[in-house]
């Protein structure tokens, strides 16, 4: 999955805004972005970031000088009409996981968290890995970083699910139970400190009502739920148990242990108000929810045998991330295809009363590039009631005011998608220290100096002295961004940085390298 770092080489591929905007740029594989201002195309603004309103904010990270083995993907964020500075007020950052979304796409990608510009914070090369569900949760009471890693079989992972404390150090893998292995569909913490996931298996069914040989094989699903301390199962539902084959809209193939048919395909299973399972199932158009208790399905909502009438707009298909965000509201990603059954993918907000079996259509969040998914896709409410929506396939992230107005949008290399897209406050202290190098010109010294997932760092001090014993303050600088530049005339020749906090407190020390 790696390929060759083509440097800083650009050639305009593909235009991605028009006016003063974005472009999409490749060459021998390598995707980056560049900003094209059409008042003054000669040459790129005088700095990294554009932080102004109604902008777009591109930021070329690299090579990084401190850090010459990170070359991730760029990211592009456009702040619409309606996006103010107040509304990053609250440190939030985007979780995405880059990966390549065809076969022969080279380049650095894995998991990624990026501020309101786009900036780096963190980056995790893992190549040839299948990375999914990079997101913040809360493990025995403290934020965690949990993803999906593992590798892609038959259109479903096979893997581990990993949490990580705030130093990025893992402490807790998950496992499937059943001798099955971890899905990249979903990896779900819960308050009592166990992960709902999603798992694959074969089976022998009859598959004569869709034209399919009556000895045939499909994938059955399989909803679990793992303690994470222990790793003992504690809770498993069978799809080929409680719903038919004949339930999907799935156009039939295969049917052999070769290629099982794929009738169901799980992709998201989350806990509603009451402790019961919410279940999202693609190739059944349906969510499904089921008792924890007995695992019987107490409801289905949309698909063949929807316990709802389903009102103007409530409609969807091959839809993923359904979630219970209260007792009658429901969000999930409208798809819309694959193939197409509608005009654009949607997020949708619904109404779900249980009593009257009615479902309204509460909100659709929809792109004003009317972008139609045909995989993937991830709906999150914040609980500002604004809304981030992951684009699936599609190289896009946006943020959404509750009313529908969208006021950011990401964009992620072309040949490169994200699963899912989350934003989250996080406050990331790498045990590591800072790297820092340093390079000689005829004025002086430049240092250069980052840190890879720290967010509190908010000024660096560069020392300097004739020993790594005697090292004195010779200048300071605000953090700019993942990689800060500082200058000095002083002789050295050895050098270290310091990186402060808001309060003034040290937070570490980089090692000290001769010039």
């Known amino acids: 999955m790696e390929g060759k770092h083509v440097g800083r080489r650009r050639f305009l591929v593909e235009a991605l805004q028009l006016g003063g905007g974005i472009v999409a740029l490749g060459v021998s594989g390598f995707v980056g972005l560049r900003w094209i201002d059409d008042r003054a195309t000669a040459s790129p603004p005088p700095s990294k970031v554009s932080t102004t309103t109604d902008t777009t904010s591109v930021v070329d990270p690299g090579p990084y000088v401190s850090r010459p083995d990170l070359n991730p993907p760029t990211i592009a964020i456009s702040r619409q009409s309606g996006w103010t500075p107040s509304l990053a007020a609250d440190g939030a950052y985007?979780?995405?996981?880059?990966?390549?979304?065809?076969?022969?796409?080279?380049?650095?990608?894995?998991?990624?968290?990026?501020?309101?510009?786009?900036?780096?914070?963190?980056?995790?090369?893992?190549?040839g890995h299948l990375l999914t569900d990079l997101q913040v949760q809360t493990y025995r009471g403290q934020p965690v970083l949990?993803?999906?890693?593992?590798?892609?079989?038959?259109?479903?992972?096979?893997?581990?699910?990993?949490?990580?404390?705030?130093?990025?150090?893992?402490?807790?893998?998950?496992?499937?139970?059943n001798g099955l292995k971890v899905d990249g569909h979903e990896f779900n913490l819960t308050p009592s400190g166990t992960a709902l996931i999603t798992t694959y298996y074969s089976e022998k069914a009859d598959l004569s009502s869709?034209?399919?040989?009556?000895?045939?094989?499909?994938?059955?699903?399989?909803?679990?739920?793992?303690?994470?301390?222990?790793?003992?199962?504690?809770?498993?539902?069978?799809?080929?148990?409680?719903?038919g084959v004949e339930e999907s809209y799935k156009a039939f193939s295969g049917g052999t242990s070769a290629a099982p048919f794929d009738?169901?395909?799980?992709?998201?299973?989350?806990?509603?108000?009451?402790?019961?399972?919410?279940?999202?199932?693609?190739?059944?158009?349906?969510?499904?929810?089921?008792?924890?208790?007995?695992?019987?399905?107490?409801?289905?909502?949309?698909?063949?045998?929807?316990?709802?009438?389903?009102?103007?707009?409530?409609?969807?298909?091959?839809?993923?991330?359904?979630?219970?965000?209260?007792?009658?509201?429901?969000?999930l990603f409208d798809d819309g295809a694959s193939p197409s059954e509608e005009r654009q993918s949607r997020a949708l907000i619904l109404d779900v009363n249980e009593t009257t079996r009615q479902c309204r259509l509460v909100r659709s969040y929809t792109h004003p590039g009317d972008l139609l998914a045909s995989s993937q896709g991830s709906i999150q409410?914040?609980?500002?009631?604004?809304?981030?929506?992951?684009?699936?396939?599609?190289?896009?992230?946006?943020?959404?005011?509750?009313?529908?107005?969208?006021?950011?949008?990401?964009?992620?290399?072309?040949?490169?998608?994200?699963?899912?897209?989350?934003?989250?406050p996080w406050a990331g202290g790498p045990s590591a220290p800072p790297d820092v190098a340093v390079r000689a010109s005829d004025s002086g010294y430049t240092v250069y100096v980052s840190w890879n997932g720290d967010t509190r760092t908010?000024?660096?001090?560069?020392?300097?002295?004739?020993?790594?014993?005697?090292?004195?303050e010779v200048a300071t600088a605000p953090r700019t961004g993942f990689e800060t530049t500082l200058t000095s005339t002083a002789a050295g020749p050895y050098f270290a940085v310091a990186a402060n906090d808001t309060d003034g407190n040290q937070l570490a020390v980089s090692a000290t390298v001769r010039a």
């Not at 022969?104 to 980056?123: A, K, P």
């Not at 604004?386 to 990401?410: C, H, K």
């Open 263 to 331: 009738y169901f395909h799980i992709n998201s299973v989350a806990l509603a108000p009451d402790g019961d399972i919410v279940i999202s199932a693609r190739n059944t158009w349906a969510v499904y929810k089921v008792s924890r208790r007995t695992g019987n399905v107490v409801w289905r909502l949309g698909g063949k045998r929807s316990d709802f009438h389903m009102g103007p707009g409530t409609d969807f298909y091959w839809q993923h991330d359904a979630r219970a965000l209260s007792t009658t509201r429901l969000s």
């Open 210 to 243: 869709l034209g399919g040989p009556r000895d045939g094989v499909v994938f059955g699903c399989q909803a679990q739920e793992i303690d994470v301390a222990t790793g003992k199962l504690l809770f498993a539902w069978n799809s080929l148990d409680h719903v």
């Open 458 to 472: 908010t000024q660096w001090r560069l020392l300097v002295g004739p020993s790594p014993s005697a090292l004195g």
């Open 94 to 127: 985007f979780f995405i996981a880059p990966k390549a979304s065809r076969p022969g796409v080279h380049g650095q990608y894995g998991l990624m968290i990026v501020d309101v510009r786009g900036e780096l914070v963190w980056f995790r090369q893992l190549p």
């Open 146 to 177: 949990t993803w999906f890693d593992g590798h892609g079989a038959n259109d479903h992972g096979l893997g581990t699910g990993y949490v990580a404390d705030a130093t990025y150090r893992v402490i807790a893998t998950v496992h499937a139970g």
């Open 381 to 424: 409410v914040l609980p500002s009631q604004r809304v981030v929506v992951g684009w699936g396939n599609l190289p896009y992230f946006s943020e959404f005011l509750a009313d529908g107005t969208m006021i950011l949008e990401g964009r992620i290399p072309a040949g490169l998608q994200s699963y899912r897209a989350f934003r989250f």
